[in-house]
């Protein structure tokens, strides 16, 4: 059969002979199996890389570019943008301590909305306080980089590529992530949505809270600016673009996963 199936031309597709339902199936039976084997190739050649460390890098990373952002004068990232208002409002509180506090009322929700109890998302919310502590130290050198303008923009692009690769290496790290982060990755699963679009519409919200609270309660729009808007609309799209170059690059695996294999296996 595979060798009849090799000496068959594209031109013999046309003929009578392929209209026999059963060389159309050994046809399709013989392309499955091929293309088995050239994605397990491609499985097998990729990096596997453990996912403790690249939730580590995320952390710190993730922390790094929201300051950076706000650095930039460009204004803070969206998902950081709420918290920084209400620091703004309270400053008794730190905005690292307002981050793991926003944090958490994004974990209550999304067990709301799963309508059960998540063990997991309680240990994201270890995650969060580790940003928002890691927040607070990058606080202490980011503040005194010297600015001007090319400057300026030098930390915008720095702070947005640094969100978009620490978001990716978060969504893939196979472990429970920042409440921030996972926050779209899990809506988007609960309601089929596109991650990329629930990322988008999850920012824009960010935005239109911290404006209306920052005008509202001190009479002026702050934290956003040019740069807080234009990556609201497009950071879904290039953590979505790094996600899959990183797919293409490297796997990873965590003590979860292999627990859950081990668990799936006993059973």
């Not at 990096?47 to 930039?72: P, T, W, Y």
């Not at 943008?81 to 307002?98: D, I, R």
């Not at 919310?125 to 090319?150: K, Q, S, Y």
Request: aromatic share 12%; charged share 20%; glycine share 8%.
């Amino acid at each position: 059969m595979v060798k009849y199936l090799q000496e068959t031309t594209v031109a013999d597709f046309a003929t009578p002979k392929f209209l026999d339902e059963s060389k159309k199936g050994a046809y399709n039976k013989y392309s499955e199996k091929r293309k088995k084997r050239a994605c397990n190739r491609m499985e097998q050649k990729k990096k596997v890389l453990r996912g403790e460390a690249a939730l580590i890098i995320a952390v710190i990373i993730n922390s790094l570019g929201v300051l950076l952002m706000l650095q930039s004068g460009s204004g803070i990232s969206a998902i950081s943008s709420v918290p920084y208002a209400f620091h703004q409002v309270f400053p008794k509180l730190t905005l690292g301590t307002w981050t793991y506090i926003f944090q958490g009322l994004l974990v209550l929700s999304l067990m709301i909305m799963r309508k059960k109890f998540v063990p997991s998302y309680l240990f994201s919310f270890v995650v969060g306080f580790a940003f928002g502590e890691m927040m607070d130290v990058h606080e202490l050198w980011i503040t005194r980089l010297p600015l001007n303008f090319p400057l300026r923009i030098l930390y915008f692009v720095l702070s947005y590529l640094i969100i978009c690769i620490g978001i990716a290496l978060s969504n893939r790290c196979k472990l429970p992530i920042i409440p921030t982060d996972l926050f779209p990755r899990e809506v988007a699963d609960i309601t089929k949505v596109p991650y990329a679009r629930i990322k988008i519409g999850f920012d824009v919200i960010c935005l239109l809270v911290t404006a209306g609270m920052t005008y509202f309660c001190l009479g002026k729009i702050m934290g956003l600016g040019i740069g807080t808007i234009a990556a609201a609309f497009t950071m879904g799209k290039g953590i979505a673009i790094v996600g899959n170059w990183m797919d293409k690059k490297v796997t990873f695996t965590s003590i979860l996963e292999t627990m859950e294999k081990k668990r799936n296996i006993a059973l």
